[in-house]
């Protein structure tokens, strides 16, 4: 059973960046689907973006991040990476990491279901 763990999380101003890191426990993790989700106050947790186990590396986004934020991966250091550009203050939210080993369909990739392990989350806070 895998063990994740979030970093990278802090306060900046409306358009800056953060990296967030998910950091796994298994010398296997390169067998994970991974992914990342976000929960505010009130809010169900949404997909914000995943990254395929497979050679190609394949990605989804949600359409509210498209084009500001890159997931990545590094399965040397068993690191699943969230760079995120332009926030924005509704971007503000607990995120967490999530993974799965089990093969998961491109359109299911950001559904909470589909993932069984999951870290504690860092908070993302962006100031208007």
């Known amino acids: 059973q895998v063990q994740l763990k979030e970093s990278g999380g802090g306060s900046v101003q409306n358009g800056g960046s953060l990296k967030l890191s998910c950091a796994a426990s298994e010398n296997t993790y390169k067998r994970y689907n991974v992914a990342w989700f976000r929960q505010s106050p009130n809010k169900e947790r949404e997909g914000v973006a995943a990254?395929?186990?497979?050679?190609?590396?394949?990605?989804e986004y949600a359409d509210a991040v498209a084009n500001r934020f890159t997931i990545s991966r590094d399965d040397a250091k068993k690191t699943v990476y969230l760079q995120m550009n332009g926030l924005k203050p509704e971007d503000t939210a607990i995120y967490y990491c999530?993974?799965?080993?089990?093969?998961?369909?491109?359109?299911?990739?950001?559904?909470?279901?589909?993932?069984?392990?999951w870290g504690q989350g860092t908070q993302v806070t962006v100031s208007s």
């Open positions: 990254i395929d186990r497979d050679k190609d590396h394949q990605t």
């Open positions: 999530a993974a799965d080993s089990h093969a998961i369909y491109s359109w299911d990739m950001l559904r909470v279901e589909e993932y069984r392990f």
